[in-house]
């Protein structure tokens, strides 16, 4: 006997009471005869069997306040599909009785007999069928249960996303969150199986009993990694369908942010997930809508990640306001810090994370409106060389605070050695300025690159392996076919060439280059560049709205690609490749050398050139804009990504390693190195070997600075939540319709709702209300007839 039925029997064993207490307070009356009163004897007779009735119904009444207080306790439900049977069982009892009240109201008062028997005749027989058309249902169907008694296998799921943190006064969303799932998880019988899911990629389980369960609640927060939502509900149902509890469930919590929900509604799965056997049953508990107002930032742009020593950068990011309060505008400022850089930190003193301070080198303010955005632009001050880290920040508290920072990296390197090989002088000081000139600086230490410039008849006698990138414009056919060349590519150099007319005949096999199969001619007007992967380094700035149809090509060599080419930009019409990239893996196992293939001349401004195209034309930019792309893509300045979104593993070379005796990149020798994540978290500590020369660390799951002690000064990257994972943008119940199909979940907004779609779920209906609501009745009932009865009896002396 389990102890909710114990507890029901025992209230049903209180109606004794009243019975015991009935006969107590009957006393039997001493008879006293006084002659001068024997004229009422009559009267008191009649007095005596009315208030026997009423004494016999006042004790009734009694019992049935008792008797149904006791079962609304024990909340009883019956079952949905007999819920207007038993209602009219229900209504048929409470017609009995009011037709058994009328007849002894009828016999008290002396009504006619006829109207006494026929009333409680009718009462009878009223109350004999409610009773064995109750005892029929009982024993014919579901019978009627104790509310709660019956266990349940129920996947809890809190959406702890970004938006999750939003915290104003009147409105903190992970604590409502962890408020209701607690209250869930305290009403649950204790033989029910409860599992406790957030969005992080943590394994679902069933918890080892409810103290289990609740600590797992109060020990989640807002996590910056997530996984999809349709991924979490996927991994509940398997759970649940594992248990053999037939009653199934999954309530999940959720602010119905487009972040979260946008990917759900193009999975078709979800249509299809509570549909498979064994069914189950899905509550969506909606937190509301967000109450004040937030200022979020994106990820900062940096005008160059890799600028040259003593060179000041700029950086934007975009500013946006939402108010769900009725401020219509705010004035923001926004705060541009950066660290300090400091060899003996990070460090751990006394136990403590002591980590470099930032300090304040730019600020901003502006007034931004409800729903508007608006740029804002800081400076970086000129830095020395090294690896420098900074962050964005607003002044000021809002709904979520992820959003007021932005982290931001930036590594200031020392200049490249280009070696830029052109028979024409003119040409050779055009490139050889494009190279130098972005950098503004006065003196040419500090500029990006530092070029060699040479004469084909040179490149012989030049030492390749000095030079990070080499520039081959309009090379000859002996270059093309130069072994020198692709063995400085396969040792992971960077090679550029730009084809022109030096190269004679066709069908040209290059060593590392594609084949040359013509050269190809173009009637006017000519043709002009196409993107074609747009996400490639040497690409990506250029392929929204640049006008290339304003430069035109006549000329240009018909290359034969292969799989090793990536055809970056093509020429409009043609499937012919105007641009192609190459990686030749290196001979030691480093970073792969890179091949950048222009099929038509740079500058193209030479007597035997200008006739192959206008790419230097009137306001060249997109050229020049190329030219720089594609050193910085051979030279891989840029290619040490800095700037990471949460989530993204980050792999450190191990030539990016100084061993004590400061050699770098010497793979030889084991080096100690540790990573300090944000938030003061402890240090992950990592060996180098030389078996192992590449570190991949994968725990990025927070926003912030990532220090790297054992490599320079500095060292370290930045993290970011993606500004998708931040929209406050809400979806409705017909974007839930679509993911789920309608009427196939319980969309509630309070634990009331979640109370309606637990009994939807276990197809019952609670009574606990009703009968609470008919104890209370019968209660007055027998009050004001108590009243009545004792009223009457004691009648005041003289």
Wanted: glycine share 6%; aromatic share 6%; proline share 6%.
């Amino acid at each position: 006997m389990t102890f909710l039925n114990a507890t029901l029997l025992f209230g049903l064993a209180t109606i004794t009471v009243p019975v015991v207490l009935h006969l107590i307070a009957r006393r039997e009356p001493r008879k006293v005869v006084f002659p001068s009163i024997r004229f009422l004897t009559k009267r008191v007779d009649s007095n005596r069997s009315r208030l026997r009735v009423r004494r016999w119904w006042l004790l009734a009444l009694r019992i049935l306040a008792v008797a149904m207080l006791a079962i609304a306790l024990a909340r009883p439900a019956i079952h949905q599909s007999l819920s207007i049977t038993w209602l009219t069982i229900g209504i048929c009892s409470l017609a009995s009785l009011a037709l058994l009240l009328m007849a002894t109201i009828a016999l008290s008062r002396r009504q006619a007999r006829a109207t006494t028997y026929s009333l409680g005749g009718a009462g009878v027989v009223l109350l004999f069928i409610a009773l064995i058309w109750g005892g029929y249902t009982y024993a014919s169907g579901p019978a009627p249960a104790i509310d709660s008694i019956e266990p349940v296998a129920i996947a809890i799921i809190l959406d702890n996303s970004p938006s999750s943190s939003w915290k104003t006064p009147d409105d903190n969303r992970i604590t409502r969150m962890k408020d209701v799932a607690t209250w869930m998880v305290t009403r649950l019988p204790r033989t029910s199986r409860i599992a406790i899911l957030d969005r992080s990629s943590q394994v679902a389980s069933f918890s080892m009993d409810t103290a289990n369960a609740i600590s797992k609640i109060e020990q989640l927060t807002p996590v910056e990694t997530t996984q999809s939502i349709a991924s979490r509900l996927d991994a509940a149902a398997s759970l649940v369908r594992e248990s053999d509890i037939p009653n199934r469930q999954i309530l999940l919590l959720s602010d119905l942010s487009q972040a979260t929900w946008n990917d759900a509604i193009d999975d078709s799965s979800m249509l299809n997930l509570l549909d498979a056997t064994p069914t189950i049953s899905l509550t969506v508990f909606d937190t509301g809508d967000f109450e004040g107002f937030n200022r979020s930032l994106s990820i900062p742009k940096l005008s160059d990640r890799t600028p040259p020593r003593g060179s000041p950068v700029s950086v934007s990011t975009m500013l946006t306001f939402e108010s769900f309060s009725g401020l219509e505008t705010d004035s923001v400022t926004a705060e541009l810090q950066l660290f300090q850089t400091d060899a003996a930190l990070p460090v751990i003193r006394n136990g403590n994370v002591v980590l470099p301070k930032p300090e304040s080198v730019d600020r901003t303010s502006v007034q931004v409106a409800n729903g508007g955005s608006s740029e804002l632009l800081l400076t970086i001050p000129a830095l020395e060389t090294g690896t420098h880290h900074g962050r964005i920040i607003l002044i000021g508290d809002d709904g979520i605070s992820i959003d007021d920072r932005r982290y931001f990296t930036l590594e200031v390197l020392p200049p490249s050695k280009v070696l830029l090989v052109c028979d024409d002088p003119d040409e050779s000081l055009i490139i050889s300025q494009i190279m130098t000139a972005s950098a503004g600086l006065s003196d040419e230490e500090d500029a990006e690159f530092r070029v060699e410039r040479i004469g084909f008849t040179d490149l012989p006698a030049v030492r390749l392996t000095d030079f990070e990138a080499i520039l081959l414009l309009d090379p000859p056919r002996d270059v093309l076919e130069d072994t020198n060349v692709s063995d400085y590519a396969s040792a992971g150099g960077g090679v550029f060439v730009a084809l022109g007319p030096a190269v004679n005949g066709s069908n040209v096999d290059s060593k590392f280059t594609p084949t040359l199969v013509r050269r190809w001619r173009v009637p006017d007007p000519g043709t002009f560049f196409q993107i074609k992967a747009g996400s490639n380094p040497v690409t990506a700035v250029l392929t929204n709205n640049t006008p290339w149809s304003d430069f035109r090509v006549q000329q240009y060599w018909q290359l034969k690609t292969t799989e090793q080419d990536n055809v970056l930009i093509q020429y409009a019409g043609t499937e012919h490749a105007a641009m192609t990239s190459r990686l030749v893996s290196s001979e030691s196992g480093n970073t792969p050398g890179r091949i950048v293939v222009l099929s038509t001349p740079l500058p193209g401004l030479s007597s035997k050139t200008r006739n192959w195209n206008a790419l230097f034309g009137t306001d060249p930019w997109p050229a020049w804009l190329l030219t720089r792309q594609s050193i910085e893509y051979l030279t891989q300045r840029g290619s040490n990504e800095s700037m990471l979104l949460v989530g993204q593993p980050k792999v450190i070379s191990a030539n990016q390693i100084d061993d004590p005796n400061g050699i770098t990149g010497d793979a030889s020798l084991t080096q100690k190195i540790q990573i300090f994540p944000p938030a003061n978290q402890p240090p992950v500590p990592f060996n180098v070997t030389p078996t192992n020369q590449r570190i991949t660390f994968t725990d990025t799951s927070r926003s912030g600075i990532y220090w790297i002690r054992g490599l320079e000064p500095g060292a370290g990257f930045s993290t970011n939540v993606p500004a998708s994972a931040l929209s406050l943008q809400r979806i409705g119940e017909d974007q839930l319709d679509q993911i789920f199909g309608p009427e196939r979940y319980n969309l509630v907004a309070d634990r009331e709702g979640i109370e309606f779609a637990e009994n939807k779920a276990t197809q019952r209906v609670s009574l606990h209300s009703p009968a609470i609501l008919l104890a209370l009745a019968i209660f007055l009932l027998e009050q004001i007839l108590g009243n009545r009865f004792y009223r009457n009896r004691v009648q005041p002396a003289g």
